[in-house]
């Protein structure tokens, strides 16, 4: 998965539509809609559409402003400046307790750590639990508004035998929190950021955004596994499914 791209559906479109509205006043609908495709690497908007149609999500290059700006100019909007921050670029931690940019030099904890996510996340999605979109909480206990939320529990095969559950919350921002556990030593147990080795034999927790596109903000140094383990997590090949692995943390 390459670290330039991310994922974007319908409703993230109009989320980013929605922010650019107040840093570009003035300029129409359909040309916003013109410029937002050009950031993201799109000749026209209509492409933008049919890239989307029939599809939950598209890659995408990370939102340029530069490429926006350009677009905007080519409209006659020539009253944006240069360099004028329209739509986040995502290159960059948001989280509001460190302002990071993103790891370029990906680990081998990152490895162990995202291919955990990814098979705790794919597993919801295979199972229909929740989507990549805003809203989209349909486990048990889930609802439209993240705030009404309960944490909900499902279990799925880690990398065709290794028995792993995770659990699934979300919040009002549409994020939802994932953690999964593989090899838990107990049947009840609800996997939870904070648990160790002493629950399972690998914890990983990180956040999927669903509203300004789809990926997994960084929480790798919430993870841990034992050390025996970690170069069979490392070497599994495995995708996302509809989403990127890497993006900024925005909580």
């Known amino acids: 998965m390459s670290e330039l791209t991310f994922f974007v559906s319908n409703a993230a479109l109009r989320n980013l539509k929605h922010g650019a509205q107040s840093c570009a006043r003035g300029v129409r609908s359909s040309h916003l809609s013109e410029a937002l495709a050009s950031a993201l690497g799109f000749r026209t908007h209509a492409a933008l559409c049919a890239a989307l149609h029939g599809r939950t999500t598209v890659e995408v290059p990370k939102p340029s402003n530069a490429r926006m700006v350009q677009r905007l100019h080519e409209l006659g ?81 880690a990398a065709g035998n290794m ?30 950021w904070y648990l160790g080795l002493g629950s399972a034999n690998a914890t990983a927790h990180g956040w999927l955004e669903r509203k300004l596109g789809a990926w997994i903000q960084d929480d790798s140094q919430a993870f841990h596994c034992k050390r025996d383990l970690k170069p069979q997590l490392v070497n599994l090949d495995i995708e996302p499914a509809g989403y990127s692995d890497q993006g900024s943390f925005i909580l």
């Open 77 to 157: 909007y020539t009253n944006i400046e240069q360099g004028q921050r329209i739509v986040p670029e995502f290159d960059q931690s948001y989280f509001v307790f460190r302002n990071a940019p993103l790891r370029k030099a990906r680990s081998v904890r990152w490895w162990a750590w995202r291919n955990l996510m990814v098979m705790g996340i794919n597993a919801g999605l295979e199972q229909r639990l929740f989507g990549l979109s805003p809203s989209e909480n349909w486990w048990p206990g889930g609802h439209p508004d993240g705030r009404k939320c309960h944490q909900y529990a499902y279990r799925f095969m």
């Open 163 to 192: 028995p792993a559950v995770a659990s699934v919350k979300s919040n009002e921002h549409d994020e939802i929190s994932i953690c999964v556990m593989l090899n838990p030593k107990r049947d009840d147990v609800m996997p939870e």
